[in-house]
């Protein structure tokens, strides 16, 4: 078991009692004994007398020690597995370490490793100690001064954080490369790469005139995959300035593409490392998604050169201080380059399928956790997604230009230190004159709040009662929570879906169309006036708070705003609660045995959104997408997952069945005969004629297979082609496995598809899915060092097939158990991130709920690593609690 059960807590901060002015590095890369020397220029904090000197490092081989050039006796220092301690020190002073370390034995991808013979590091959170000697920790901010030597024909390109300084060409086959970073920063935002790589070249002139160089460095037969996410990158710098102001500040920036990374990307200032996944992209190898993931990706990374990099957190407790606040404007960014109301809905889909069910399972925890015992655990949805629905709160609150003065003072006062998620609060409190002491507890309280509203119409006085009450359940060491501050977005809508002057009883203002109301107590009560009608409430607007909603709407009401809301997210959250409730009938009906086919489906309702021309196809597409079986889930107190699966397939079964015909017509008019090309306008119309075509096949007509066939032979780019396999695999087509093997030996060669290849199986309804997927683990593709194609195969099965691996025999727990224990000997982050698909076991109906708590402790013995057994026995704990 592991030793490491220590807990931290935000509260024990204290001040590192060095400052480390410069940092000088020396690399000397093998693969299998790379030498590594640091020079530290240290000085004594003055509040600090006579504290020792305390240096992170990990597997790390001491070979040499000295101070001030002086070789340090054996007695003068203590060297243990976490790192290095010198008592007794003069006040300044540069100690000097030689270690060695072995990058091509590294596969948990943390510190410096191999990735296809290229070197490369992943520093965040705590991988500088397995790289060198050094104060491990985010506040401790410095200028680094990077030399890298290494054989120049296996290794040509050597790259660090900052500008190039100085080449040299050394006599035995080998090369240097020093890089300096004017910047001070920690030591998590170290970056280092060399390899074989292609470089594709750029540039971009900033606002102020100043000619930045933009390097792209990917594997050789990779340089044609590159243009989007170069165009993506000056797209990002662009909008950064004209929308906070902010300028690149070194003369180089440069990106590389590695096919082993834990994470999406790493924001090393300078020199970002990226998840090749997020860098790559061609028409006959990328879907409309990748392209648009590739765009908000590389625009996150860029962002963090402000947010993360020029001010940087204090302690790894504010984290969502840069991950939340870079996410926001990530969103904002993508929203300004597609669709706004389509990716509105998207982000709160996907915080609706992982964050909240979070939020309310073992490991829930504030946005600004008070303790940790894995930091690699806490790179949550919390921490990232609802980290910027709270920012978005606050823009909100403040209005758009108020949020840009508090964002402007934020990066006056605070550039170029490591400050806390109450210092941005601050700012945005004394820019928007408004007191935020209140909402500050979305970043102390865990949770996701109830949001329960009752509206009443009188229509003798022309008055709407508008009755709000929030709640909020408990979390683990949170029994109890205070009232939030709650932005509430609304309008009250006539019966031609209008949108009503709204005047609030008592308020002198000019009446508006919308309003936000601002709940600050459990309960408040709004009077609405002069209202000639009984209005529809749209509520909610633009998901203004990330809670769970709660408004006993009439199913014609639902109805009504999902034909007429003009807020698109509004209609499609009317249309979600329609499908929900008809989806948990049926789940009840599949429960108990009884007729499914009495339950009323919302037929009409549908195919009045699908041929609404007024909104964009993909809208369209995101009104037809039933809630997903992971959502379902979470509103039912006990689980059954097959139950849901079946509802839910009937219910697509049967509608699609009904709309067939108009289905059909709108496949065929949403044809295209140009060539391919990434656009918002054309990725809109392919998403609508793709779920034409997925719901064709579901509907049972076998002519609709013919049309799959034609679509994946005659398809120009990957977009088309996947989506028609999809479609033909998840309708358990005959033509499916045919189509598989041939997929597979067209794009054999690209690793990003096959990664799709085994995802797509991985996904597949029925009970044959979990023998094909221990199938394809032995398959000669399969690599479970990869986390790519680890998280394709068995990421997918765990975590996006719900029905296979809940299967009732448990022979899905014990599958993906089996490899997160292999896992957590290669790769503890990866093996976390699997396990957390037991973490909703107490919620299951009894039989699936002891099979699961069977593979939890059978993975509470077989693990070792400090990142699964974290997970492994928060979730086992909550059995006391439930």
């Known amino acids: 078991m592991a030793d490491d059960t220590r807990i931290f807590h935000r509260g024990d901060y204290r001040p590192y009692p060095w400052l480390v002015d410069r940092v000088e590095l020396d690399f000397h890369l093998d693969p299998r004994a790379t030498e590594v020397t640091g020079r530290l220029h240290l000085r004594r904090r003055p509040d600090c007398p006579g504290e020792p000197l305390f240096l992170d490092g990990k597997q790390l081989e001491l070979v040499a020690i000295r101070l001030d050039g002086t070789k340090l006796p054996a007695h003068r220092f203590r060297h243990d597995d976490e790192g290095l301690t010198i008592p007794d020190l003069p006040a300044q002073c540069v100690l000097e370490t030689t270690v060695r370390i072995d990058p091509a034995a590294n596969t948990a991808l943390e510190g410096l490793y191999l990735s296809n013979g290229t070197f490369c590091t992943q520093c965040e959170a705590q991988g500088f100690r397995h790289i060198t000697f050094f104060p491990d920790r985010p506040d401790v901010l410095s200028r680094f001064t990077t030399r890298i030597v290494a054989d120049r024909k296996q290794w040509p390109v050597l790259l660090a954080n900052g500008n190039p300084i100085r080449r040299?060409?050394?006599?035995?086959?080998?090369?240097?490369?020093?890089?300096?970073?004017?910047?001070?920063?920690?030591?998590?935002?170290?970056?280092?790469?060399?390899?074989?790589?292609?470089?594709?070249?750029?540039?971009?002139?900033?606002?102020?005139?100043?000619?930045?160089?933009?390097?792209?460095?990917?594997?050789?037969?990779?340089?044609?995959?590159?243009?989007?996410?170069?165009?993506?990158?000056?797209?990002?710098?662009?909008?950064?300035?004209?929308?906070?102001?902010?300028?690149?500040?070194?003369?180089?920036?440069?990106?590389?593409?590695?096919?082993?990374?834990?994470?999406?990307?790493?924001?090393?200032?300078?020199?970002?490392?990226?998840?090749?996944?997020?860098?790559?992209?061609?028409?006959?190898?990328?879907?409309?998604?990748?392209?648009?993931?590739?765009?908000?990706?590389?625009?996150?990374?860029?962002?963090?050169?402000?947010?993360?990099?020029?001010?940087?957190?204090?302690?790894?407790?504010?984290?969502?201080?840069?991950?939340g606040l870079t996410v926001f404007r990530d969103q904002e960014f993508s929203a300004d380059q597609v669709h706004r109301d389509v990716k509105r809905i998207e982000d709160v889909r996907l915080l609706r399928n992982s964050q909240f069910p979070e939020d309310a399972g073992p490991m829930a925890h504030p946005v600004q956790p008070d303790s940790y015992r894995q930091i690699n655990n806490f790179y949550t949805m919390t921490v990232y997604h609802k980290g910027a629905e709270v920012i978005s709160m606050v823009q909100t609150l403040l209005g758009t230009d108020g949020f840009r003065r508090g964002m402007d003072l934020y990066f006056t006062r605070h550039d170029g230190q490591a400050v806390t998620c109450d210092d941005f609060l601050a700012c945005m409190a004394e820019a928007g004159g408004r007191d935020l002491a209140q909402f500050g507890r979305w970043y102390s309280q865990a949770g996701t709040p109830r949001l329960t509203a009752n509206g009443r119409y009188e229509a003798d006085s022309g008055r709407f009662i508008l009755e709000l009450r929030q709640s909020c359940p408990p979390t683990p060491g949170q029994p109890q929570k205070l009232p939030f501050h709650l932005p509430v977005r609304l309008a009250l809508l006539d019966r031609a879906g209008r949108e009503l002057p709204l005047r609030l009883e008592g308020d002198t203002a000019a009446p508006a169309t919308e309003r936000v109301l601002e709940l600050r107590e459990e309960k408040q009560t709004f009077v609405f006036i002069n209202l000639p009608e009984r209005p529809v409430l749209s509520l909610l607007r633009g998901f203004s708070a990330p809670v769970v909603l709660d408004c006993p709407f009439r199913d014609e009401d639902l109805a009504f705003l999902l034909a007429h809301d003009s807020d698109p997210f509004c209609r499609w959250d009317a249309g979600q609660t329609l499908a929900t409730r008809t989806l948990l009938q049926l789940t009840d009906r599949f429960r108990s045995g009884d007729d499914p086919e009495r339950v009323p489906l919302p037929v009409a309702a549908l195919r009045q959104a699908l041929l609404d021309e007024r909104a964009t196809p993909a809208l369209r597409a995101q009104l037809l997408t039933p809630p997903g079986e992971t959502y379902l889930a979470e509103q039912v107190d006990e689980v059954d997952p097959g139950a849901i699966h079946r509802a839910r397939r009937f219910y697509l079964g049967r509608v699609a069945g009904a709309l067939a015909d108009d289905l059909r017509r709108l496949y065929r008019q949403l044809a295209d005969t140009a060539p391919y090309r990434y656009a918002p306008e054309e990725a809109s119309r392919r998403s609508l004629r793709n779920l034409c075509l997925t719901w064709l096949l579901l509907s049972g007509r076998p002519e609709c297979q013919t049309l799959a066939e034609e679509q994946y032979h005659t398809a120009d780019n990957m977009t088309d082609r996947l989506a028609a396999l999809r479609a033909l695999v998840d309708s358990a087509s005959p033509a499916a496995d045919a189509l598989l093997a041939d997929f597979h030996r067209r794009y054999r060669s690209e690793a990003l598809v096959v990664d799709k290849w085994f995802a797509l199986q991985a996904a597949a309804p029925g009970e044959a899915t979990l023998e094909r997927v221990a199938t394809l683990a032995a398959h000669p593709d399969f690599k479970l060092k990869n986390p790519n194609r680890c998280r394709a195969l068995f990421g997918t099965f765990a975590h996006a097939n719900q029905a296979a691996f809940h299967r009732p025999d448990g022979a899905g727990y014990r599958l993906v158990a089996e490899r997160v224990t292999e896992l957590d000997r290669l790769n503890p982050q990866v093996a976390a991130r699997l396990v957390s698909a037991f973490n909703r076991w107490r919620r299951m109906e009894p039989m699936r709920r002891e099979l699961m708590r069977q593979q939890l402790e059978y993975l509470r013995a077989g693990c070792h690593s400090s990142d699964v057994l974290e997970i492994v026995d928060k979730a086992l704990a909550a059995e006391t609690k439930a």
């Open 168 to 323: 040299e060409e050394l006599a035995d086959g080998r090369h240097g490369v020093t890089w300096e970073d004017p910047f001070p920063k920690p030591c998590y935002l170290f970056a280092l790469v060399a390899g074989d790589l292609a470089e594709i070249g750029d540039s971009f002139t900033t606002a102020s005139g100043r000619e930045v160089a933009l390097r792209f460095y990917v594997e050789h037969h990779h340089r044609d995959k590159v243009g989007h996410a170069m165009q993506a990158l000056k797209k990002a710098m662009r909008w950064d300035e004209e929308r906070f102001g902010r300028e690149y500040d070194l003369d180089i920036y440069m990106v590389v593409a590695v096919d082993d990374f834990n994470m999406g990307a790493m924001e090393n200032k300078g020199l970002n490392v990226f998840n090749s996944k997020y860098v790559l992209a061609r028409p006959d190898t990328a879907t409309d998604a990748d392209y648009q993931a590739i765009e908000e990706v590389i625009a996150h990374e860029y962002f963090h050169n402000w947010t993360g990099n020029r001010i940087t957190c204090r302690d790894w407790f504010q984290l969502s201080l840069k991950e």
